[in-house]
């Protein structure tokens, strides 16, 4: 009897082993190794609410006068889902506080913006459209202005079942950015076992992703975005770089803690190659700039320019493909900032 049990205790093990050592490409690689997951295709959303929030983000009548839709600092089509400016421009020229964050994938953040100061999609819409120095607008302009659309009152009717309203205007918004998410990168291709889906300059920097420990903030599904921490939690960044307005104290404007001062949501990095200037100020124009300061100020580390370059290279791997399309810039001109690369082109 103990030979059997003991027997068949080898058989099930040896079976485990097996299906582990079967599914190790795919699922051991990807969900339980890599502090990097995959984007999901899709997630759940009514394809008719989801089409009228599209419509609805290229609409300039959000905005008071009618000038500036979310499109305008949130460009879909050549930058990256953010606007390429330090600070973005609102209605009548208004300059913002902070850079303009990309839309792509911001579904898949836990909180939206740099201060997690909106806890949904939904709830983010309303500072979009009120904020004096973007649209600028109300809530019953926007409404009168919709309702007095025989098409958008058609639209609303038939998916909501109800007339044009704010919650409906922000569902159907925040229902169109659950479908702005890029899977199938290059890098996620390589999660899933591909070994050539990314080059061996690629791959030493997603090894040096992880070793110098960027990881320990950047992770997940975005590569950021569900966490927040202090810019300067290893060095004092704003005694080297003056505070230049509210926006700069972070996630402390939201809970009024001490601790959350100069705390920041850790932002995607699945769009970086497409969405510079960068960090909230947009004080940064280029990624090796940048991510000198990351290992500064968040690591106390010096980086040699070839491990930057390398992780610049595993950076171009990140963005997928929206609309069938690859995101992914067919130039690396992020390179051009390393000193190397500028001496050659001077
Ligand atoms: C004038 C430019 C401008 C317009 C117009 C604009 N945005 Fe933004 N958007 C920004 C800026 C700047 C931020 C970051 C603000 C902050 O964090 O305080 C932002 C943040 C966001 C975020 C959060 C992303 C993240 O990762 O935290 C989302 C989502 C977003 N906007 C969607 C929209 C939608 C939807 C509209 C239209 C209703 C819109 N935006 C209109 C400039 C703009
Ligand atoms: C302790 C957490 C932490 C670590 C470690 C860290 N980062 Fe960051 N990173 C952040 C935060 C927080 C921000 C946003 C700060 C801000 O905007 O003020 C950021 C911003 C960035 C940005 C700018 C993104 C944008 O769109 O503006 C890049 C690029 C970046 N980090 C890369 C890296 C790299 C590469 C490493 C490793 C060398 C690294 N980070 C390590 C927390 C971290």
Not at 91 to 108: D, K, M
Not at 128 to 140: F, G, I, K, L
Not at 249 to 260: A, H, I, K, L, S
Request: with cysteine; charged share 25%; glycine share 6%.
């Amino acid at each position: 009897m103990a030979k059997e049990t003991a027997r068949m205790i080898t058989r099930l093990a040896a079976a485990i082993g097996s299906l582990y050592i079967a599914m190790s490409p795919v699922y051991a690689l990807d969900f339980l190794h890599e502090p990097i997951k995959r984007i999901p295709q899709t997630l759940d959303v009514s394809p008719d609410k989801a089409a009228i929030g599209k419509k609805l983000f290229f609409d300039p009548r959000l905005s008071v006068d009618n000038s500036i839709s979310c499109a305008h600092c949130h460009n879909l089509d050549e930058k990256g889902g953010a606007d390429a400016l330090r600070h973005s421009f609102g209605v009548q020229g208004r300059e913002g506080l902070v850079n303009a964050p990309t839309v792509f994938n911001s579904a898949l953040n836990s909180t939206q913006f740099w201060d997690g100061r909106a806890k949904s999609l939904e709830d983010q819409v309303d500072g979009s459209v009120q904020a004096h120095a973007e649209m600028a607008s109300t809530w019953p302009q926007v409404v009168e202005k919709l309702r007095a659309d025989a098409e958008y009152r058609r639209l609303f009717l038939r998916s909501y079942k109800t007339d044009i309203n704010p919650a409906n205007i922000k569902h159907a918004i925040a229902e169109f950015e659950r479908t702005l998410l890029t899977p199938n990168s290059r890098f996620e291709r390589y999660l899933k076992g591909d070994e050539n889906a990314i080059n061996a300059e690629e791959k030493d920097g997603y090894r040096l992703f992880k070793s110098y420990g960027c990881v320990a903030c950047h992770q997940g599904r975005n590569v950021g975005g569900n966490m927040f921490q202090v810019l300067g939690v290893m060095g004092d960044y704003f005694s080297d770089h003056k505070v230049e307005n509210k926006a700069d104290y972070g996630r402390f404007n939201v809970t009024g803690r001490q601790e959350d001062k100069y705390r920041f949501k850790v932002p995607s990095l699945r769009l970086a190659v497409l969405t510079a200037p960068y960090l909230h100020d947009g004080s940064h124009t280029s990624l090796a700039e940048t991510i000198r300061t990351m290992a500064k100020y968040q690591l106390v580390r010096n980086i040699p320019d070839e491990d930057v370059r390398s992780i610049i290279h595993f950076l171009y791997t990140l963005p997928g493909e929206y609309e069938g399309k690859s995101l992914e810039p067919v130039t690396r001109e992020h390179l051009n900032f390393l000193p190397e690369n500028k001496v050659a082109s001077q």
